[in-house]
């Protein structure tokens, strides 16, 4: 299961598993490819499509995790969905912002893989690729809160891996990527904005179909 696919990084990542007929994916988000919706429609046994707003309340997790988990011979969780939003200083922060922030980047992966846990077969291998940041380890001025959430869900599955040594735990630090969320700083303003306006002017920042077949490469289909 992938959370967050209808563009960027996501939406790489499920374009590519779901190309290989070995796999089952269910993708997750407020909207959809008409591309995905075409492979649901066509292969409702094999990919399967939730629509989810994980700033929302109360979520139901559990129904597009056991689809993904029923008769697999291991299990795969990808917690990619995030917001880099709210962008300014401490003390200007929309609240509601921040809030959406902490569910979208933090609050659900916690609560995915939680779930995960309870519906996964027995004797059914799992993993857990929690997407993170390079924010997760290093204050950037200007993200507060995006900082905080990545550093706490590095943390929250540090504490995983520890509880479960079973279950296959990683945070991926998928580095500068040409997405929405580029996009969305480089008509932000902060303190550092000039270098990521650079890097997409110098045509420096990753491909997200690269880094989708790196992550997939490393720690899907590896052995």
């Not at 997750?28 to 490819?33: E, V, Y």
């Not at 993170?132 to 959430?149: H, V």
């Not at 500068?176 to 969320?181: L, S």
Request: net charge negative; charged share 20%; aromatic share 6%.
């Amino acid at each position: 299961m992938i959370t967050g696919v209808s563009r960027g990084l996501g939406e790489a990542l499920f374009e590519q598993l779901a190309a290989d007929r070995e796999h089952r994916v269910a993708g997750l988000g407020r909207t959809f490819t008409e591309k995905q919706r075409g492979l649901a429609a066509a292969e409702p046994e094999r990919v399967a499509l939730y629509t989810m707003d994980f700033a929302a309340a109360t979520l139901d997790l559990a129904r597009p995790l056991r689809w993904a988990a029923e008769g697999a011979s291991h299990a795969y969780l990808i917690l990619n969905a995030g917001m880099v939003e709210p962008v300014g200083p401490v003390g200007q922060l929309d609240p509601v912002v921040v809030r959406d922030s902490i569910a979208v980047n933090l609050t659900v992966p916690m609560l995915a893989a939680s779930t995960f846990l309870t519906v996964l077969p027995p004797g059914t291998p799992g993993t857990v690729l929690f997407i993170s940041s390079g924010a997760a380890t290093r204050p950037i001025e200007g993200w507060a809160a995006y900082c905080a959430a990545k550093a706490g869900g590095e943390m929250f599955f540090r504490v995983l891996a520890e509880e479960r040594p079973g279950i296959t735990v990683a945070s991926i630090n998928p580095g500068r990527m040409d997405t929405g969320m580029q996009g969305v700083l480089r008509r932000s303003e902060f303190p550092t904005k000039q270098s990521y306006v650079d890097a997409y002017e110098e045509g420096t920042l990753g491909r997200p179909e690269d880094v989708a077949a790196r992550i997939i490469s490393e720690h899907v289909t590896r052995g």
